[in-house]
């Protein structure tokens, strides 16, 4: 991993630990865990920085959809929804910020 993440992120208005360590044991393989009562995101640090990258968005949205409660939903597949948005909605939303040109720096 060639990147230096942030010690923590504020997701939600909750602060929210990084870690990056190497994963042991049956989840070596990982590339990422959210473990919401500690409110701390762990990132596999054997991944490429493209995939750590990727994999903090990944779990920050897992923070996200906990912390708002919607994770908690009875009849909610939060994996599945995670997995919308990086594949389907953050591809496209990347296209449409390419097309436009605006600052949202001071909004």
Known sequence: MDITLPKSVVVGGSKVKVEVTPFKGPNCEDFGEYFHDERLIRIN???SSRDTIN????????????????????????????????????PAWGKVLLKIDIDLGNE
Request: net charge negative; proline share 0%.
């Open 45 to 47: 640090s054997k991944l």
């Open 55 to 90: 994999t903090l968005r990944h779990e920050m949205m897992e923070a996200a959809l906990l912390i708002s409660g919607v994770g908690f939903s009875e009849r909610y597949e939060q994996e599945a929804v995670v997995r919308c948005m990086e594949d389907i909605f953050f």
